[in-house]
């Protein structure tokens, strides 16, 4: 239930961090800064845990290679490089890249942890001022052969299935409306 609670919260902050204005025209005048997960930030959790995993993870994706977050992967996820980075295609933007993660709390049972992060996005407006959106997200890890290792590519999965469903949709209704056709 924590977990759908915090995936949901994520995708609505994510669609909601896209309106940045109502159509004024002022558009491109906000600036959503990359937030990039840091060496110094990984470098403050214990070695070889769930968080400094998740974080190397989450770094990889900030910088587009699917080949680096292939390797945090468990062996029996369903993703390879290629997929991976086809689904990073649909950018830094949509799939909520920009912000960085806190790492709040991580729940270790046995083999499996969870790790509750929340994510703070920064968008500075033209006159200087700064919004904060923050929405938290938990992740699953599975400890496999003594290392830590993302357990599902739900994260990106799930947002670029509601992209490419978003962008059928725009499609029919275009045909729909297009008198030519």
């Keep these: 239930m924590r977990?759908?609670?915090?995936?949901?919260?994520?995708?609505?902050?994510i669609l909601a961090g896209g309106c940045g204005s109502l159509g004024t025209g002022d558009e491109t005048d906000r600036v959503n800064k990359l937030q990039l997960v840091r060496k110094a930030d990984i470098a403050r959790h214990p070695e070889g845990s769930p968080a400094q995993t998740f974080l190397e993870w989450?770094?990889?994706?900030?910088?587009?290679?699917?080949?680096?977050?292939?390797?945090?992967?468990?062996?029996?996820v369903e993703v390879d490089p290629k997929k991976l980075q086809h689904q990073l295609e649909v950018g830094v933007e949509l799939l909520g890249l920009r912000a960085r993660p806190a790492v709040h709390d991580v729940i270790e049972d046995g083999d499996q942890a969870t790790v509750f992060a929340v994510f703070t996005s920064a968008v500075e407006n033209p006159n200087g001022r700064a919004d904060k959106v923050q929405s938290p997200k938990a992740f699953d890890l599975v400890r496999e052969d003594g290392k830590w290792k993302m357990a599902d590519n739900r994260y990106t999965t799930r947002i670029f299935r509601l992209a490419e469903k978003f962008v059928k949709q725009g499609l029919k209704q275009q045909r729909r409306s297009d008198p030519g056709e």
């Design 3 to 13: 977990r759908t609670l915090a995936a949901t919260l994520g995708v609505a902050a």
């Design 58 to 76: 989450w770094r990889a994706l900030q910088y587009g290679s699917g080949t680096q977050a292939v390797r945090q992967y468990a062996r029996d």
